[in-house]
């Protein structure tokens, strides 16, 4: 049995290590270990995300990067539960499609995106921890039929850039889903190596899989200050206090929809009693956590970050 230790959580660290492009082989290890192919990063860009830019809820990008092939990866981590969440990743790669082109310009220059999305929360219903979405066109009448790219018909259509696609997946966004609270496997693949550092920060000291060796290196509890010791061991509190507090709401609000729904008497009113009780529960739950996290004496940014607050209402409190 190989001795396992303890490092500095992934969702702190993409907000404050792994940005820099000095560490970028722990990031190129994640996106080669999902792609399954050797991924080399050349630039992490700018993004209104990597500027912490919380008022902008549209945009939630942790980590925007450039790949030597010229394709996107957008890296987000979520902790708590969005209701619109699929509506969001779509915003996100549509609007980085948007700011790859402009007017005039061909569209040959659009790169694919890769979206990859770690949460922290329960999400669907699924048994897997792990999930891959892609865009295919299947025949409507002929169910085995799907639509690709002919090379030798539509050579004149295909640039000399872009004469790799053969399918609408070669340039079509794809999606990544980790859903670490449903990892509970013993580690033996790469992937689920990955899945027990994102879940547990905790990696294999004879580990070979990509990324993870330079994760050791980089992203060692002992190895920072005391000062970032103490910053991050306090956003861990908040996250699990954020976290307790979500689990508490939601079971009371499941409660309170249940009691109203049998009052009623009504299918109607069980849904609507269940609704009205989880939305009430989880807003009044967001600002209890952020009261006392301001009177802890955390900042308007880490309230924000925890809780989805913008710093107007933050300041209200």
């Not at 770690?118 to 066109?137: P, Q, S």
């Not at 290196?217 to 509190?237: G, H, P």
């Not at 609000?253 to 009693?273: H, I, K, L």
């Amino acid at each position: 049995m190989t001795e396992k230790s303890k490092y500095v959580r992934f969702d702190w660290a993409i907000k404050r290590i792994l940005r820099d492009k000095a560490n970028k082989e722990v990031l190129e290890g994640l996106i080669t270990v999902l792609l399954n192919e050797p991924i080399t990063i050349t630039d992490i860009l700018e993004s209104e995300g990597n500027q912490d830019a919380r008022e902008d809820k549209t945009n939630r990008v942790d980590v925007k990067a450039k790949t030597s092939k010229g394709e996107y990866i957008i890296v987000e981590v979520q902790l708590t539960k969005e209701r619109d969440f699929f509506q969001r990743i779509l915003f996100g790669t549509a609007k980085n499609i948007t700011d790859q082109i402009s007017s005039g310009q061909d569209y040959s220059v659009i790169k694919k995106i890769y979206s990859i999305n770690i949460l922290y929360f329960d999400f669907g219903c699924g048994d897997d921890y792990a999930y891959h979405g892609v865009t295919e066109f299947m025949g409507m009448t002929k169910t085995d039929s799907v639509l690709r790219y002919n090379n030798e018909k539509e050579e004149r259509y295909i640039s000399e850039d872009t004469r790799r696609i053969t399918l609408p997946g070669d340039v079509f966004p794809e999606y990544f889903l980790l859903l670490c609270n449903h990892f509970n496997e013993v580690a033996r693949t790469p992937i689920e190596e990955w899945m027990e550092y994102l879940k547990d920060a905790v990696i294999s000291d004879t580990t070979t899989t990509p990324g993870l060796q330079a994760a050791r290196e980089k992203l060692a509890y002992m190895s920072m200050t005391e000062k970032d010791r103490r910053a991050y061991e306090d956003y861990m509190v908040s996250v699990h206090a954020a976290r307790d507090a979500w689990e508490t709401l939601k079971a009371e609000g499941r409660a309170e929809g249940r009691a109203e729904g049998r009052a009623e008497g009504r299918a109607e009113g069980r849904a609507e009693g269940r609704a009205e009780g989880r939305a009430e529960g989880r807003a009044e739950g967001i600002l209890a956590v952020a009261r006392k996290m301001k009177q802890k004496g955390k900042s308007a940014e880490e309230i924000a970050e925890l809780t989805d607050l913008t710093k107007e209402e933050i300041e209200q409190l």
